[in-house]
């Protein structure tokens, strides 16, 4: 294939929009983590929903879903290096925590492109 043949099958717009998700949904789990760490002086963590029936629970669910690709990733590098795991798990991890943006990530477009903030 030539290299003008691959930047058109890139550019086509299902890529493209495909691509933007899924850099969205990284970007915007990476801003909530680093927002929650800023706020709270501790890290993200799934522990959040462990709270029992509270509110507080309730609210940490939806925080979750968009903020667990960043907390999968960053989990993901600490094991490789605290207990060496071998590289099958990262691969996987890095699948999971990537289909997980991109469904977030479509998630955001979505709602950028209803409050007319991003062009489709």
Not at 3 to 28: K, N, Q, R, Y
């Given at each position: 294939?030539?290299?003008?043949?691959f930047?058109?099958?890139?550019?086509?717009?299902?890529?493209?929009?495909?691509?933007?998700?899924?850099?969205?949904?990284?970007?915007?789990a990476?801003?909530?983590?680093?927002?929650?760490?800023l706020?709270t002086?501790?890290?993200?963590?799934?522990?959040?929903?462990?709270?029992?029936?509270q509110?507080?629970?309730l609210?940490?669910?939806?925080?979750?879903?968009?903020?667990?690709?960043?907390?999968?990733?960053?989990?993901?590098?600490r094991?490789?290096r605290?207990?060496?795991?071998?590289f099958?798990?990262?691969?996987?991890?890095?699948?999971?925590?990537?289909?997980?943006?991109?469904?977030?990530?479509?998630?955001?477009?979505?709602?950028?492109?209803?409050?007319?903030?991003?062009?489709?």
């Amino acid at each position: 294939m030539s290299p003008e043949a691959f930047l058109s099958t890139i550019a086509s717009s299902d890529s493209l929009h495909s691509l933007m998700a899924l850099a969205l949904g990284f970007a915007v789990a990476g801003l909530l983590s680093s927002g929650y760490q800023l706020l709270t002086e501790r890290p993200a963590s799934f522990r959040l929903i462990n709270g029992g029936p509270q509110t507080a629970t309730l609210a940490a669910v939806p925080f979750l879903i968009f903020a667990a690709p960043f907390i999968i990733m960053r989990n993901t590098i600490r094991g490789q290096r605290i207990e060496q795991r071998n590289f099958g798990f990262a691969m996987l991890a890095t699948l999971i925590a990537g289909f997980w943006s991109l469904m977030s990530g479509t998630i955001v477009v979505a709602v950028l492109e209803k409050a007319a903030i991003l062009v489709a």
